[in-house]
């Protein structure tokens, strides 16, 4: 889908405007540095392109566009917890709608932010008061951070992640580096395992890194490196689902595995966040294409 050929909805800039596609606005924005976009539904980037480069941001080709469920692709945001420590799956941040707080610009790129608060609704699948805001810096490279603020009257404890898909050429012909050696394994029962400095897929991986440095490398196979510097994180969550995996979802082509990685900057479960009332603790991915 080229969502730059959508019509235009509202004009907010020169920059930045809003589209709808199958009921969902997108929030686009075409800069001289960059282009991306942002889905109102679930807080999502589904695309980020630096001006001269490829797509960093994979998205799925079968992705279904639909209020009732998250996109598959992009940068889903997990929130209040990862995984299915409870209903729904990875939280209820990326199936809700936000609201555009504000967007600015200058010759360097665009800033949008997003907010997400507690309501009825939230607060029946998980009885807590919050307030998220949710900041994409958008130019030659691409920084994203959740702040989660506690608005109610006593503590609570929360885990996350923001997952971003990357766009590979050859998975196959793809390594990772930066990551650490520790990994809970999730197709071995999360088992304690150890690795070398460098993973390379040849099967499914799903893993959690306990002890990634700052800045994980993705060593692409047509000649790129794309740095993911994460903060506020204590895993590194590096994902493939390959054939049989891609062949199972229904929002994912047979041979998807082949032209995406994840790599998440994560609070994980049996390391959450606790946070008193008024304070707030914020989760980052920082993007950026190296030649």
Known sequence: MDFNTLPTVAALSDAVTICEYQGIKIVRINHAQAEAGI?????????????????????????????EKAIRG????????????????????????????????????????????????????????????????????????????????????????????????????????????????????????????QLSFDGEVDRVYTQPEPTVMIHDSNSRQIAVTNGGHNTAVIWNPWQALSQSMGDMADNSFETMVCVESTIHNNQSITLAPGETHTLTTEVSVKR
């Not at 679930?42 to 960093?56: A, C, S, T």
């Not at 404890?157 to 390594?175: C, D, K, M, P």
């Open 39 to 67: 889905s109102l539904h679930g807080g999502h980037l589904i695309w980020f392109k630096p001006q001269g480069e490829e797509d960093v941001i994979w998205l799925s080709e079968k992705a279904e566009f639909d209020t």
């Open 74 to 197: 992009g940068i889903p945001v997990c929130w209040p917890w990862f995984g299915k420590a409870a209903t729904p799956s990875h939280g209820f941040a990326r199936n809700s709608e936000w609201n555009l707080l504000e967007h600015r610009e200058n010759d360097n790129g665009v800033i949008v932010a997003l907010t997400l608060c507690d309501s009825e609704a939230t607060r029946k699948i998980w009885p807590h008061k919050f307030s998220n805001v949710l900041t994409f810096e958008i130019g030659t490279s691409l920084k994203v951070s959740l702040a989660s603020t506690n608005t109610d009257d006593t503590a609570w404890h929360y885990s996350g992640a923001l997952h971003t898909y990357f766009s590979v050429a050859n998975i196959r012909e793809t390594h990772i580096t930066q990551m650490g050696s520790e990994y809970a394994d999730s197709t071995q029962a999360d088992q304690i395992c150890q690795g070398g400095e």
